[in-house]
């Protein structure tokens, strides 16, 4: 099940959306996050949906791919539908027991929220899939390098940030490898009740903790090794450029979110 | 003065206690003296503890001595205005290939050296684009490093020390972690690039195959450098090398059983050729050549015991 | 008493492009008792090949009988397979996790459900049989050298006394000494306690001293399969799929090949040695 998180995974491809700045992608995702909360209607949904789609178009990304990574994210939202669904309250009530009552407004609710989330999700991980950490890294420093001034270590967080993603597939490896040995030494990690199996999660989390501290010692030292001190008189291999294709890409993004607001204020 | 110059090197471990409080020395390194010429291809070969690691991380200032000096491209390291200078001259390659690679991009890793240097833009290319070249993964260049076999993630770490322009590269143990393929493919590489673009190569290792093309072995033990010399100097002590429990090829130990056994042959024979060359003389002996037979006379005497 | 393959595939990512083989029908049966050599490069199939004997992996097509019976059928108990064919992985001790050794080799019977008492004298035992004395029971296991702490990540699977053994790569990344003190280790435990074992290895030298048979993996398929001298025999065939014989096999047919009577199946230091003073001393 680890394996199917694409959250942070980067896919290879050749598109437009791995070809943009990752500012102009930082931005839509914002972009189309906001919007997502301004939807309330079936038209604002649908307008997501055919923006969403051509996005997805866009980045030559496999659907099946993307869907995927919402696998994952499954209990999340069907608590959260579960919340909506059982707990809205409304005029025409469907079903009623005890203090869960199901009501038409629910469903639709429960629906809407169901949509926003996978919308949300798919959104997201089109980022990060198609811009690789080193570029969101550069996006995010140089974007949000008003901050400095503010004495934020913008650069040493994205730097971070970017090690952190290039390191979740190797750990997520090192984790299935640890679960297999454990595994193989009689480890029980399906049965049991909820503190049983909090606690089988030990054999597990104590190596992965340790092999964790390793890594970041050894490339530590391997990022001195090359010279790293920080931000300071650093260089870019790409340096990051608006081109035209980051222009239209704004321009799409100033429709899509009046046309979303148009709809809201409208409707 | 050679491009790596330790004058009675030597490192201390301080270990301490439960409360961070020191608590005992280990010497890691023991008075070390090694001179390196600039173009050597130079092996230490050493068993985990003999020092070796340590001695290595000296060569990049990511260690100082506690008493000694070290000079690497003749700067010592112990000079903090130094450091810089000190790593571009020597790079670094470590044991673990995943835990060395920063990019997520075989060519923004190999990016990441020069950009920390402040190299121009235009320039960092032409360096990747070369030092890809020179390691031949020019072909992986957009590939996740993730999906690259052992051997192939080392030869990126390479690249990426290559694409600093050091003069001489300090490999500490790089093919630990390799399968025999991986092994053979790390060492060509290194091998061609001391040929071809005359880098200084210093290669940590225990793997005793890996040592036999070097120009100069150093044997560590104990944190000292106990022997010294050519492969074959080194090999053909080879109850030494039993002795400090290091693997000889098992044509040289063959050889040197042999010997013991009384055939005539010669000391750290290193290849099947050689060996099979000298076997053959032995059993063909007298009849012909001369001084084959001269030798072999007093040898057959005790082999037939 | 064996463990048997019969007809075993896996297959991986199954109906997209980045479908794999991992296993290619492979038969083959591991009888008691023996000790045995599996060789092959990485990526050739044979760690997949060897989660499957314990269960840890799933065959797609073929079946597995253990002692006679499927490992696939019903009420069929993993979890004692797992207890009777211990595997012990590459870098075992990566999960070590506990405090201290003695607490860490408990693990195992542990979670076999056994009664304190027997926990700890399996525990005590283990480690002796890994040559770890009483001394290091209260260490920490993160405070032992690389080697000690493979032999303790050993004994952590030791402690379930399997009756199959299967390492592997024990030696990886360890010194020639760390190397030889496993490796000797490993035979004696066959030879005093009869395990089998399966001993997955790169190194065709390592493993040509103390194996009874060798299994060559390439390509998801055993190609080959036999005593080490059968085996490398084809040592021309190895060096095709990236294999070699040990280096002792080349000089040996160099020398046939110049006309020196020497028999060819000569696999270890020792052999040779006795045969070319042999030839020597025959001569004319």
Known sequence: MIRDITIGQYYQTESVLHRLDPRTKLMGTLVFIISMFLADTWIGYALSAVYLAAIIRLSHVPVSFIVRGLKAVMILLLISVGFNLFLTNGEHEIISFWIFHITWEGIRQAFFMAIRLIFLIMGSSLMTLTTTPNQLTDGLETGLGWMKKLHVPVHEISMMMSIALRFIPILVDETDKIMKAQMARGADFESGNLIERAKSLVPILVPLFISSFRRATDLAMAMEARCYHGGENRTRMKPLRYENRDRLAYLVMAFYMAAMIALRSLL | MGIIKAIKLTYDYIKRDEEGNPDGVKRAVDHVDIDIEAGEFVAVLGHNGSGKSTLAKHMNALLLPTEGTIFIGEKDTSDEDNLWDVRKTAGMVFQNPDNQIIGTVVEEDVGFGPENIGVPTEEIWKRVDESLKAVGMTAYRYHSPNKLSGGQKQRVAIAGVMAMRPKCIVLDEPTAMLDPNGRKEVLRTVRELNRKEHITVVLITHYMEEVIEADRVFVMDDGRIVMEGTPQEVFGRTQEMKDYRLDVPQVTELSWELKQDGLPLSDGILTIDQFVDEIMELYNGGNGRGDAGAVEAPGMETAQR | ?284
Do not use: W
């Open chain 3, 1 to 284: 008493m064996a463990i048997e393959l019969k007809d075993v595939s896996y297959v991986y990512g199954a109906g997209t492009p980045m479908e794999v083989r991992a296993l290619d029908h492979v038969s083959l049966t591991i009888p008691d008792g023996q000790f045995i050599g599996l060789i092959g490069h990485t990526g050739s199939g044979k760690s997949t090949l060897i989660q499957h004997l314990n269960g840890l992996i799933k065959a797609t097509e073929g079946d597995i009988l253990y002692n006679g019976r499927s490992i696939y059928a019903e009420g069929f108990s993993m979890k004692e397979l797992r207890s009777k064919v211990g595997l012990v992985f590459q870098y075992p001790e990566h999960q070590l996790f506990e405090t201290d050794v003695f607490t860490d080799v408990c693990f195992g019977p542990k979670n076999l459900g056994l009664d304190k008492e027997e926990i700890q004298a399996r525990a005590r035992e283990a480690l002796e049989l890994v040559g770890m004395d009483a001394s290091y029971d209260e260490a920490s296991p993160f405070e032992l050298s690389g080697g000690q702490k493979r032999r303790v990540a050993i004994a952590g699977v030791l402690a379930m006394k399997p009756e199959v053994l299967i390492l592997d790569e024990p030696t990886a990344g360890l010194d020639p000494k760390g190397r030889d003190e496993i490796l000797d280790q490993v035979a004696l435990l066959h030879k005093e306690r009869g395990n089998t074992v399966v001993l997955v290895s790169h190194s065709m030298e390592d493993v040509a001293k103390y194996v009874d048979r060798i299994i060559v993996m390439n390509h998801g398929r055993a190609v080959f399969d036999g005593t080490p001298k059968e085996v490398f025999r084809h040592y021309k065939e190895l060096e095709q799929i990236g294999l070699a014989a040990p280096q002792v096999t080349y000089i040996v047919h160099r020398l046939k090949e110049q006309g020196f009577p020497i028999d060819g199946d000569i696999t270890t230091v020792e052999e040779a040695r006795r045969a070319i003073l042999e030839g020597i001393r025959n001569r004319k």
